[in-house]
């Protein structure tokens, strides 16, 4: 308890203000896992961890459920959202036809400086899926995803997908948690490399295609367990 605690509390540490902290820190605590789906969470207890008063609590518990990562239960209060099947197609469905359209133009234009930063990108995907650390492994699998947008030019298309990154985020860890996925994500990601690098529209499109059901399978998979 005294670990999350402090945990939670080290987060703090923006230059924002209040309620914008407290709001980004509880967002980061649930989308982490730190957060149990279903977990109850108390006005005062998280005041108390955070040394705030319970009036940006309140506040950021309001935004968390406009953003659906937290649901008003009658009489017993906040608590974490759960994820659903339903809310895990709707986010899959969205990044096939962002993801599955990126990687077409990624091969249409990506420049060779474009191609040295995709390969870096896989590269340490791969050195942190050999260290074990989960939060590194879906930040360095975000910024090889990342890599291939931004390969595409389109200014539009690379914000479109940064406003929705919360929300893939919070899926993206709970896959990422099967160690047995591991190896499976670096097979992906290096086909999905070299179909870039080739210029192969089609195969990239299928590779990503496979590459995102498969997430939403082990997902579900987890889900119901």
């Known amino acids: 308890m005294n670990q999350n605690q402090d945990h939670l509390k080290d987060t703090m540490n923006e230059y924002l203000p209040l309620r914008d902290v407290v709001f980004n820190t509880l967002r980061r605590a649930i989308i982490t896992g730190e ?26 518990i309001r935004k968390l459920e406009l953003e659906g990562l937290v649901i008003m239960i009658p009489r017993k209060g906040a608590q974490v959202a759960k994820i659903t099947e339903k809310s895990l197609r709707d986010v899959i469905e969205i990044r096939c036809v962002l993801e599955e359209f990126a990687a077409s133009l990624a091969c249409e234009r990506i420049t060779e400086e474009g191609k040295e930063k995709l390969k870096e990108a896989h590269q ?89 059901k498969n997430q939403q399978e082990g997902v579900i998979q987890a889900i119901r367990e």
Do not use: C, W
């Open 35 to 60: 957060f149990a789906p279903g977990e109850r969470l108390m006005e005062i207890s998280l005041a108390n961890r955070l040394g705030v008063s319970r009036t940006p609590v309140r506040e950021a």
């Open 124 to 212: 340490q995907f791969v050195d942190a899926v050999h260290t074990g650390d989960i939060l590194d492994i879906v930040e360095k699998d975000e910024k090889f995803h990342d890599t291939i947008f931004q390969a595409t030019n389109n200014d539009k298309l690379i914000t479109i997908i940064n406003n929705l990154r919360e929300q893939f985020y919070r899926y993206r860890m709970e896959y990422v948690r099967d160690i047995e996925q591991h190896s499976v994500l670096v097979t992906e990601h290096d086909n999905l490399l070299h179909a870039i690098f080739n210029h192969d529209s089609e195969t990239a499109k299928q590779i990503m295609r496979t590459h995102l």
